[in-house]
């Protein structure tokens, strides 16, 4: 059911290597409840607010994927995907948040909960340390995941959108715009992996892409918790 990106190499390679794991990302409580309509509101809250940041966060390592660039097209590439988060995403998320009750000068003065500070840290680390190839793949599990979660929901008969408050979050990511932005990554890695890596680099790309997952499975359960 829904898009699993199967047609991409690496992605699929990644994502499979430990199904258990991803499936608790993907059909994690938060999900689950956002596709039932049953997510507490303040939840929700929660984690619309910390998204905030870390979309802030997410234009900040397109910023290094440009640097680590070294060839015009990845350069553009990269610049393009910094200037959507900027001048499209973030407005939108914001217009968003406003509709939820959470307008710019909280969002601004949020702090980050720890989930949040973990993963968008741990994406500029591997890109800081490593190249294009581990930036690209530390980012996946949220750019793709969040179009297969919202493929899924969209198109799962047991999804609830009659009367669902989360029934514009499930369309924005099941919607062919964000699909699109997924697709362009997972092509993305697959271009990357054969002009910058090999089999010999596969194990620790491994680690990179489960680490990210678990990183994104902690996001949604401080969605649900708090600071985690």
């Not at 059909?27 to 997510?39: D, E, N």
Request: glycine share 6%.
């Amino acid at each position: 059911m829904g898009n699993t990106f199967s047609e991409f190499e690496l992605y699929s390679q990644l994502k499979n290597q430990d199904t258990k794991l991803w499936d608790k990302y993907v059909y994690h409580p938060f999900v689950c409840q956002i596709g039932a309509g049953t997510l507490a509101k303040e939840c929700f809250q929660r984690y619309l607010g910390q998204d905030y940041l870390f979309l802030i966060h997410f234009a900040r390592a397109y910023g290094l994927a440009a640097y680590k660039s070294d060839n015009i097209d990845d350069i553009r590439v990269a610049a393009n995907a910094m200037i959507s988060i900027i001048d499209k995403e973030i407005s939108l998320h914001l217009e968003y948040c406003h509709s939820w009750g959470l307008y710019k000068d909280y969002l601004e003065a949020l702090d980050e909960l720890t989930a949040t500070i973990a993963y968008t840290r741990y994406v500029l680390e591997k890109g800081l340390q490593g190249d294009l190839v581990d930036l690209f793949v530390a980012l996946a599990p949220c750019i793709i995941g969040y179009s297969e979660i919202g493929t899924r929901l969209a198109n799962d008969p047991n999804t609830n959108l009659d009367n669902n408050p989360y029934s514009s979050w499930i369309a924005m990511y099941s919607g062919e715009e964000y699909q699109q932005v997924a697709r362009q990554h997972a092509e993305m890695l697959d271009k990357l992996w054969a002009e910058r890596a090999g089999k010999e680099r596969l194990s620790k790309i491994r680690e990179t892409f489960s680490q990210a997952v678990r990183l994104e499975v902690n996001f949604w359960q401080m969605g649900l918790n708090g600071n985690l």
